[in-house]
Structures are given as structure tokens and as C-alpha cells.
T-cell receptor, first 114, second 113 residues
Framework: DAGVIQSPRHEVTEMGQEVTLRCKPI?????LFWYRQTMMRGLELLIY????????DSGMPEDRFSAKMPNASFSTLKIQPSEPRDSAVYFC????????????FGNGTRLTVT | GESVGLHLPTLSVQEGDNSIINCAYS??????FIWYKQESGKGPQFIID?????DKRQGQRVTVLLNKTVKHLSLQIAATQPGDSAVYFC????????????FGGGTRVLVKP
């Protein structure tokens, strides 16, 4: 099993530019999560989907952030326009439903906004 | 990449000794708990989980203990090895629908040879 795949691994961009992060969940998993990790705030949940439908986006910091899941094998997190304070490591995770089950994380995208 | 902040609690342990990592949680409604390990440049990796109807669960070299009375969770690692050096996070599902997890701040474990 390939696990959760995220791309790119690193992204460096200038303030004001659009950034798109990509995620392929584990096949068969019907929950998908986007987390952000920073030195100051640790791991924060941004948004999660169930069966491609956004369930809880209360963690999305601002309207500059948007996430989509057009099908069961792909999701994007977009930041437009990006700001230096968006610099962080962004993780995607997926899990099975049917009760409590662990999240399986990708290796993240390290975003640097200059 | 960096995983957590500069002021992470750190546990230094001699190779071969047992490690105990502690975590306090605040929500009585939490019904599912997980321990993750995060190495530099990687995502959190699942170690072991426990449901609130259990007090103890064992895996390979790891044991998780849950004390609901004082809202305390611990991870015990037997015969700690250099490869166990990492940041460890506890996470809880606060009784919410779905698998939404809230993470603790993490503990760095350093294994001394």
C-alpha cells in the first residue's frame, strides 16, 4: 500500500501568489483530513471530508483558504493569496469510517511564503 | 521538516531502558485515543490506539494506559532503541462524529546510546 501521497514535498512562493497542495488518500478510505503544523500552534485541523463532502471547515483560518475533494482519490488545499504567516507544514491524512479508527498521514508539504 | 515548537518537553532515556510518556486530556466525552510518533521530515505515524472502555492495551514493545478518573494517558516503550528517538503525540476524539482528532503538544524522546 502506497500510503497517503502528498505533493509537492516543498513549496517556496512569494507573498500574494496562489498555492495549491495536493493529496491522494489511501484507497478505500472515506475520510480525508487537512492539518497544519507550526512551531507555535502544533497540529491543527483545518478541514475534513467524508465521502468527498466537506463536514467541518471550522479550522480553516480565512477565506484565503479553500479545499476541494472532486473524487475519492484526490483532494486539494488552495491558498490565494498566500501570506508569510501561512508558512507551515501541511499534512493530509485519511481514515476508514465505521467507528473510531486511526488517521494515516502523508509526509506533508512544507510551505514557505516569502 | 520541523515538527513542533522549541519548547517541547523532552525525555532523555538510556538505550535499553523503558520510556514513559504522559499526556493529560480535558474532555470527559473523549472516547478514543491514539499515540503517534513523528520523525523529522515525516508525517505522524500511528503507534497504538485505545478506546475509552479499556484501561490498557499492548502492542509490540508499547503499552498504552488510560486513566479516565484523572483524564490521563500514557505510552510505555519497553527496551527503548535509538530508532525510538522522535516526537510523540497523543490525540483524542472528543466524542465527535467521524474521526476528528485533536492533538496534544508533543514530547520529544531522545535515546542516548
Amino acid at each position: 500500500d502506497a500510503g497517503v501521497i502528498q505533493s509537492p514535498r516543498h513549496e517556496v512562493t512569494e507573498m500574494g501568489q496562489e498555492v495549491t497542495l495536493r493529496c491522494k488518500p489511501i484507497s478505500g478510505h472515506d475520510y480525508l483530513f487537512w492539518y497544519r503544523q507550526t512551531m507555535m500552534r502544533g497540529l491543527e485541523l483545518l478541514i475534513y471530508f467524508n465521502n468527498n463532502v466537506p463536514i467541518d471547515d471550522s479550522g480553516m483560518p480565512e477565506d484565503r483558504f479553500s479545499a476541494k475533494m472532486p473524487n475519492a482519490s484526490f483532494s486539494t488545499l488552495k491558498i490565494q493569496p498566500s501570506e508569510p504567516r501561512d508558512s507551515a507544514v501541511y499534512f493530509c491524512a485519511s481514515s476508514l469510517s465505521g467507528g473510531r479508527s486511526p488517521l494515516h498521514f502523508g509526509n506533508g508539504t512544507r510551505l514557505t511564503v516569502t | 521538516g520541523e515538527s513542533v515548537g522549541l519548547h517541547l518537553p523532552t525525555l532523555s532515556v538510556q538505550e535499553g531502558d523503558n520510556s514513559i510518556i504522559n499526556c493529560a486530556y480535558s474532555n470527559s466525552a473523549s472516547d478514543y485515543f491514539i499515540w503517534y510518533k513523528q520523525e523529522s521530515g515525516k508525517g505522524p505515524q500511528f503507534i497504538i490506539d485505545i478506546r475509552s472502555n479499556m484501561d490498557k492495551r499492548q502492542g509490540q514493545r508499547v503499552t498504552v494506559l488510560l486513566n479516565k478518573t484523572v483524564k490521563h494517558l500514557s505510552l510505555q516503550i519497553a527496551a527503548t532503541q535509538p530508532g525510538d528517538s522522535a516526537v510523540y503525540f497523543c490525540a483524542e476524539n472528543k466524542g465527535a462524529a467521524g474521526n476528528k482528532l485533536t492533538f496534544g503538544g508533543g514530547t520529544r524522546v531522545l535515546v542516548k546510546p
